[in-house]
DNA sequence: GTCTATAGCCGGATAGAC
DNA sequence: GTCTATCCGGCTATAGAC
């Protein structure tokens, strides 16, 4: 979708994420979105309500397509290869979708208000699913005796950090990058 | 060293440390950093000469242990899995030592004002150097043939990110944490 | 070396004209 | 729906008493 085609609204929240990514939400004024977008500060508010409103509204946007989708993934009766495959897929495609909320998500949620305790209730259900895939292949032979909490913060890390580095290289693949970061992640780089 | 025999100095960059950790730079104001040290704002001002000051110092002061140790590192006569143990090994004692620095490092280089061109320098000599070494393990075979931006990417992301995830599990030696993340990020988590 | 007081500026948000 | 003008509170940093 073109920006021209988005409605003033969605075009404020785009552009207040690309700022939030450069400078993080508090070093983020009113008066900065405001000269992005090309309007002035108290014209904004004719559109939003407040500068928290739009960090929530970012966050917990994504952070709920992120729960749904590991919660589809993790019920699905396939193996546990085939199910970590599924989640590098989705944060590669979530993250390309929106690079600049992502960054929000990851550096500044300890900034959400009113919403802080919805956002830390989605992250804890998606670690738990994710640990849960972990153990599950670990259980059954698929995946290597190493500490567990190692090899999930190395994943997730991994994958949480997509957004400072996808736009960058705007000229891998989709598919030759699922296919790069599944070899790195799981069968690792030693020949 | 305890606490209570730092100079009130040190006492001050370390409990500033802690705060950018917890909420970034632009949202510590000196009022909460002088509430967290037991003094009134003004009184910071007899050790500190500015906000900017105490960012810039803990910032450079690690990016400069980081890039030396990777210079020592790189001129090794080893093979490349050595040298990628050995940077493994340097990520996880400098980030045991100052977990709070390496978030600011990490989070707020971007709010350094007279010192961003220094730190962007320590930086880009830090990648270069480390791609150096997965290049050269590449051309000896010693690594597979993937991607190398995608293997730098996974790595270094990783190791940059111990900061969020080393305090909370004190209770893992440091030894059995390099041996873990050496298993993980080079010989993979399938088995 | 710490305090109170305050300068001078900038922040989010609102009122009301057009 | 955008503007100008403005409120009011919080920010970094300084001045000067103790």
Redesign the pocket.
């Known amino acids: 979708m073109k920006l021209s085609t988005l409605?003033?609204k969605q075009e404020i929240y785009r552009t207040a994420a690309k700022l939030f990514k450069e400078k993080g939400y508090?070093a983020?004024?009113?008066?900065?979105?405001?000269a992005a977008v090309?309007?002035?500060?108290?014209?904004?508010?004719?559109?939003?309500?407040?500068?928290?409103?739009i960090l929530s509204e970012i966050i917990l946007d994504i952070a709920t397509q992120f729960t749904q989708g590991i919660d589809a993934i993790a019920s699905q009766e396939t193996d546990t290869i085939t199910k970590l495959k599924a989640v590098i897929s989705q944060h590669i495609t979530l993250t390309a979708d929106n690079p600049y909320g992502m960054a929000a998500l990851n550096n500044d949620w300890m900034h959400l208000e009113g919403k802080l305790d919805r956002y830390l209730d989605l992250r804890n259900r998606y670690e738990k699913k994710f640990r849960g895939i972990i153990l599950e292949g670990k259980e059954s032979g698929e995946l290597k005796e190493v500490n567990t909490e190692i090899l999930v913060y190395s994943i997730l890390t991994t994958l949480r950090n997509l957004y400072l580095w996808i736009p960058k290289k705007a000229e891998l693949k989709k598919d030759e990058l699922i296919e790069g970061l599944c070899v790195t992640l799981l069968q690792g780089v030693e020949r």
Chains 1, 2 share one sequence.
Not at 28 to 34: E, K
């Open positions: 409605s003033r508090s983020v004024t009113m008066r900065d979105l405001a090309g309007i002035k500060a108290a014209s904004l508010y004719n559109h939003i309500t407040s500068k928290q409103q």
